[in-house]
């Protein structure tokens, strides 16, 4: 066991601290492992339900019939609203693609905590892995909201593109920012878990997704900053620009009266928000991962 | 000779709370009781070791092996000083690699390999290896949730030791193993040692640290009580009480030395 009898072993790199990462941008570096995960979670989010995958689906639709049937024919919408039932599809699909990134977002670190506890790897991973399995789920229903579209006579145009790639955009951003530092902070208080059920009950109503927005600049007689600087009410509008606004049967006069007029300034602030808080959210979860894995109990 | 791991005068503290919840932390306020209590797993350790060195890590239950394990492993960082290593790192963490509980074994190795930093290729190509090293039979299409500890353990050690690391952590990875196992396990490291890697390993097996290392690092209550040869460090420790000059049969050398005594 002489030293002289060992074979030479030469490791080119630098001397590092082991627990290194660039956070999110080491996340993107390992798209591997990030396939892996989301793979994982896909697969592992119904884990022994009967229905499975079908889950993901089942929710947002029980909650479309639910709205279509109440705002609708209780509330009399259908009469005001043009095609209400695309109004609230259209909303709903970013709305869940929100609340879905959010929820098992700040539940991902707690959920995978034998492997934080004992895999150094970037913690990022999870909250982005959460964020990237409810985005799957979008495709589906964006598919199902075309055909709808396409029935009522909607023809698509490079504005309205434009409008839900930033729709897209803000909520992948946002969802993001929050799920980390809601997953951090998970971790130190389990609240944080209970808190975002009654986040996302104001995420449903504050958004014009199971009412037109005309009733919103109806109420507030044009004061409506304070709503729209709500990035989730943007990216649905946004939503309406692209679907609803093209299957009415004047889309110009529908623009006017149901849209603010500088809406796609709204959305390119909003991305920018959404980007400014990922940073803060990333800077936040830097310092509280550290007393992470032994905080997990 | 280059420096493999590096570690500077670094603390950790842990809270161990006594009151988690708003009602209890409300009470003990106003019955004057503290609130919260640090305790220092590491307390200024410093050592440096460099490349193909295999140092064995003692110490008695809490002394703060397994805290110091994870920081040189980069899973929790340390709340003063600095730790430094070379290249890359793979190895067990109290017994058991993070597996996730509702995988199965082949979706765990694939997903730990990616964790340790293999790519896709690198794991297809090493996973008869593997799953022929952990021989699990037909368990490794249950979930491991479902594993005994041995399967556990064996299916983590086997991962992590067939990663191309310059720094292998082996932490009390043989207190669960059987017998033949064990051996199997011994004999990896070897390999993994002579072939000039630096070897990490915690144990309370005199034998075991006797055989593979060249180097004893001690720890007491979180300081590094002994640092030097491996007799001496293990005479520091008072774990060779029997007696030497008595030649021990097979059977118990074996143990002794595969460190059955866990």
């Known amino acids: 066991m002489s030293e002289t009898a060992r074979a030479a072993h030469v490791v080119e790199e630098a001397l590092t601290p082991p627990s290194a990462n660039q956070g999110l941008l080491e996340v993107f570096r390992r798209r591997y492992l990030l396939k892996l995960l989301v793979r994982r979670e896909i697969s592992a989010r119904y884990q022994g339900s009967f229905l499975g995958l079908l889950w993901s689906y089942i929710n947002p639709l029980s909650q479309f019939f639910l709205y279509w049937f109440v705002m609708g024919y209780i509330l009399n919408l259908h009469k005001n609203v043009e095609n209400f039932a695309v109004h609230i599809f259209a909303g709903l699909i970013v709305v869940h693609f929100f609340t879905e990134t959010f929820n098992a977002g700040t539940r991902s670190i707690v959920r995978n905590k034998a492997l934080v506890k004992k895999m150094a790897m970037p913690r990022e991973m999870f909250p982005v892995a959460s964020m990237l399995v409810s985005l799957y789920h979008v495709g589906p229903q964006l598919v199902i909201l075309l055909i709808a579209c396409v029935f009522y006579g909607w023809t698509p145009d490079p504005a309205g593109m434009v409008a839900v790639l930033l729709a897209i955009a803000i909520i992948m951003l946002l969802g993001t920012a929050l799920a980390l530092l809601f997953s951090a902070a998970n971790v130190f208080f389990r609240d944080f878990s209970s808190a975002v059920g009654i986040l996302t009950h104001f995420v449903r109503f504050g958004v014009p997704m199971i009412y037109p927005y005309s009733l919103v600049d109806e109420r507030f007689h044009g004061h409506t900053t304070a709503y729209l600087s709500n990035p989730i009410a943007d990216a649905v509008l946004l939503m309406q620009r692209a679907f609803w606004v093209g299957t009415t049967s004047d889309p110009a006069e529908t623009a006017r009266t149901d849209l603010p007029p500088n809406l796609f300034e709204l959305g390119a602030i909003a991305v920018v928000a959404c980007f400014v808080l990922l940073l803060v959210g990333q800077v936040v979860f830097t310092r509280l991962q550290n007393r992470i894995p032994e905080r997990l109990s | ?262």
Do not use: W
């Open chain 2, 1 to 262: 000779m280059t420096e493999s791991i590096v570690v500077e005068n670094v603390s950790k503290t842990f809270t161990l709370r006594y009151h988690r919840t708003f009602k209890q932390m409300t009470v003990a306020l106003v019955k004057g009781r503290d609130i919260s209590d640090d305790f220092k797993a590491l307390d200024d350790v410093s050592f440096s070791i460099q490349q193909g060195e295999s140092i064995g890590l003692m110490g008695l239950n809490g002394s703060g092996k397994s805290t110091l394990l994870k920081l040189i492993n980069g899973i929790m960082r340390p709340d003063a000083g600095t730790v430094l290593t070379r290249g890359r790192i793979a190895g067990l963490i109290a017994t058991g690699a993070g597996f996730h509980p509702q995988l199965t074994g082949r979706e765990n190795v694939y997903l730990n390999a990616a964790i340790l930093g293999m790519s896709e290729q690198e794991t297809r190509r090493k996973f008869d290896d593997i799953v022929d090293f952990a021989d699990i039979g037909r368990h490794l299409d249950a979930p491991v949730g479902n594993y005994s500890s041995g399967m556990f353990a064996r299916l983590g050690f086997s991962v992590a030791i067939h990663v191309d690391s310059d720094i292998f952590l082996a932490d009390e990875v043989l207190a669960v193993g059987d017998r033949p196992f064990k051996k199997k396990c011994m004999e990896k490291m070897a390999e993994i040692r002579d072939s000039g890697r630096t070897l990490f390993y915690v144990s309370h097996a005199a034998g075991s640290v006797r055989k593979m290392c060249d180097r004893v690092i001690v720890l007491e209550n979180g300081r590094v009580g002994f640092d030097g040869g491996v007799d001496e460090g293990i005479s520091y420790l008072k774990y060779d009480d029997n007696n030497p000059e008595n030649e021990p049969d097979e059977a118990s050398e074996m143990d002794e030395e595969m460190g059955a005594d866990i």
